[in-house]
């Protein structure tokens, strides 16, 4: 399903030629083991309290469908597709469904970043410069006017969220036409250079189109085309064979329809990349939130972290990166300006630092992160539980929808 967007010729000569690398590695995949919900200590009486909660959500026409997921030790214990994935023609949910993840996607350009750094290639103190030469020129938006930034934007900086840069519905960014996804990425980040940072890197945590610039990064650095180096060098040694920028062919009838709560209530469909929708190859490709994936699929790549970078004996970071990538990463100062509670870690992950910061049971250490369509995933060392809702709704979570879910499958641990 996925497919390839052209860099240049060696450039492809390359991926392919790691695409056929990892090809026996693909043929050893296993699919992730199941187990009942008992065996790895979890209740399943209480489990059934967290499928109603997705099926009341279903009936009130808060969402249209859903697939929650929950895994314990390394085995799926409870896999649960519930409503429709498109009302209209009255197709139901599936174990396959396939889903926009959004800024789930960060995660995955965050290990591509961490894999280079490992090589030696880049290092988490470099200036974007030095591999973008287009951010040598950056300024900083001030009420006096435009001035030069105090230092340099670092890559830890774009992993971190404190480069300075901002979100692509911003005002600014939207005015400015920054993030079009008809555009490929080297001219995303002429666009994103030409607009001001909002502040001095290093100085504030201000969720950004950062990981989108790692994505060209990734293939300046690596000399192949962003979506070649995922699929070869993540993708497939994991086994996630239904993650993709764009959905193809038959794949098409299991991509769940983007539902909106109207005003008056009920749902209405819209398509939310109207330019270029996810059923076609997008010119650019976003590190940020361009990935669809399943439920199955995105367990593989949690499931590779909880295991501190490896999964069926295929390793792809070290446990020390992991370690780095899952753990708070932000300063005193701008961990304070976020309200000290939640973290950020390098893996462009949520971290846990005060474990009653969310309002329902949460552990310090836990981590994870969401999609603004309606995807979540939560990972819990300590327990060694993944948890995951995959839905395709906005709002994300109509009426707290994933935190009921959480705190639902949080009760149903027992041991």
Known sequence: MIMSHQMTRPATVLGLCALVLVAGVLAQAKPTPRATPDSVGLSAERLQHATAVLRQAVTDRKIAGAVALVARHGKIAYLEAVGLQNVEARAPMTERSLFRIYSQTKAITAVAVMMLQEEGKVRLTDAVSAHLPEFKHVMVQTPEGSRKPSREITIADLLLHTSGLSHRSSELYQARRVRVRSQGLPQFVTNIT???????????????????????????????????????????????????????????????????????GGLTAFEIEPEVPFTERPALLEGAVGLVSTAPDFLRFCQMLLNQGELDGVRLLSAKTVEMMTTNGLSAPVLQQRGGAMGWGLGNVDVVVTPTSRGYLTAAGEYGWDGSVGTFFSVDPARQLVVMLFSQNVPASPDGLRQRFKAAVDQAVVQ
């Open 194 to 264: 030409h607009a001001p940072l909002m502040e001095d890197p290093g100085t504030r945590f201000r969720y950004s189109e950062g990981t989108t610039v790692l994505g060209r990064l990734v293939e300046v650095v690596s000399g192949q085309p962003f979506d070649m180096f995922v699929t070869a060098r993540i993708l497939r040694p994991l086994g996630m064979t239904d993650t993709s920028f764009w959905v193809e062919g038959e794949a098409r009838a299991r991509l769940a329809t983007v539902y909106q709560v109207a005003p008056a």
